[in-house]
T-cell receptor, first 113, second 115 residues
Framework: EAQVTQNPRYLITVTGKKLTVTCSQN?????MSWYRQDPGLGLRQIYY???????DKGDVPEGYKVSRKEKRNFPLILESPSPNQTSLYFC????????????FGPGTRLTVT | GDSVTQMEGPVTLSEEAFLTINCTYT??????LFWYVQYPGEGLQLLLK?????DKGSNKGFEATYRKETTSFHLEKGSVQVSDSAVYFC??????????????FGQGTELSVKP
């Protein structure tokens, strides 16, 4: 089954404790992206990757890092989480960006206290 | 910059009512337009899309027409069901070379359909 998986689905952590949210897709997609969803703001892009070893900032990259060492995986790293990073996070992938459908993971709800 | 504005929710309808969710956009060039749906506790899934002016996207009884003259992409359904209760997002695709091909989303409209 074609899918995007994320882990963990729920995470409660404390300020400053490094964490990684994993994302994996099994569709051989070149393009992957991370979004955060906040009430009243819709979804905003954090980082994206055009292909292996090619990543770039989206609209809200501060406080986040990513890497793309393999085509299928695109982890999101919060090196020193803060309460303003409490949000719902989605990973997405598509064959190509722009007019192609993006497939979304189920989401990771992160709470930073 | 590019942006999407959609009608505020929540929208509450009775089963079999007609649905319209308004969406307008601001963009340079010729973006592709999308409607995504998010059911409770799930990720977003594509509902329909249109890639050029006057295209009509349709799926599961939902329709939307890409209107370049009014910069709109309103979502419609003739007869909603309880199972259509979800949050609906209008989105456009940014240009590859200056916006990373990202999706630019509206704020979402929550739809609740009562039996």
């Amino acid at each position: 089954e074609a899918q995007v998986t994320q882990n963990p689905r729920y995470l409660i952590t404390v300020t400053g404790k490094k964490l990684t949210v994993t994302c994996s897709q099994n569709m051989n997609h070149e393009y992957m992206s991370w979004y955060r969803q906040d009430p009243g703001l819709g979804l905003r892009q954090i980082y994206y990757s055009m292909n292996v070893e090619v990543t770039d900032k989206g609209d809200v990259p501060e406080g986040y890092k990513v890497s793309r060492k393999e085509k299928r995986n695109f982890p999101l790293i919060l090196e020193s989480p803060s309460p303003n990073q409490t949000s719902l996070y989605f990973c997405a992938s598509s064959l190509r960006p722009s007019s192609y459908e993006q497939y979304f993971g189920p989401g990771t709800r992160l709470t930073v206290t | 910059g590019d942006s999407v504005t959609q009608m505020e929710g929540p929208v509450t309808l009775s089963e079999e009512a007609f649905l319209t969710i308004n969406c307008t956009y601001t963009a340079t060039g010729y973006p592709s337009l999308f409607w995504y749906v998010q059911y409770p506790g799930e990720g977003l899934q594509l509902l329909l899309k249109a890639t050029k002016a006057d295209d009509k996207g349709s799926n599961k009884g939902f329709e939307a027409t890409y209107r370049k003259e009014t910069t709109s992409f309103h979502l419609e359904k003739g007869s909603v069901q309880v199972s259509d209760s979800a949050v609906y997002f209008c989105a456009l695709s940014g240009f590859l070379y200056n916006q990373g091909g990202k999706l630019i989303f509206g704020q979402g409209t929550e739809l609740s359909v009562k039996p």
